[in-house]
């Protein structure tokens, strides 16, 4: 009798050490997905950089993203230093690289311009939207 208790306790043991394992493997694969369900296309890399100060007006911003875009919802568009719009307003997602975004320009002088992006996961729909400023100074 006395075996068959000790035998019975290890056996409730084990269930219940399988039942917390599989509670935290449970959490463990929901927050992984959560993460990944709520991930952002967030701006990796851009040219002209930020803060930047460039020598030739540039004809185009090209921006680079973490995750791929929606190219339908998302857009720069660039601003002189007197906040008139300075780009052809035709942005547009590379058709061979889904994370990269850029927007042709009008001829630019020298002075300071503003970038305003706005991105929008392909995925999941997730909107981020940032700015950035650089300069122009032949």
């Known amino acids: 009798q006395p075996k068959a208790r000790i035998i019975e306790r290890k056996n409730s043991q084990d269930r219940i050490m399988r039942n ?23 701006l990796e890399s851009a040219i002209p950089a930020a ?22 919802l998302s857009r720069i568009e660039v601003q002189n230093p007197a906040g008139v719009r300075v780009d052809k307003g035709d942005t547009h997602v590379a058709s061979d690289d889904q994370r990269h975004l850029s927007v042709d320009l009008n001829p630019l002088s020298e002075g300071t311009y503003k970038v305003l992006w706005t991105s929008v996961a392909s995925d999941d729909g997730h909107r981020l939207a940032g700015s950035y400023t650089f300069s122009v100074q032949p």
């Open 51 to 72: 803060n930047a100060t460039v020598k030739a007006a540039p004809k185009s911003i090209e921006i680079d993203f973490s995750e791929e875009l929606n190219g339908n």
């Open 20 to 42: 917390i394992a599989s509670i935290f493997l449970a959490v463990a694969l929901l927050d992984a997905g959560a993460a990944a369900a709520f991930a952002h296309a967030e």
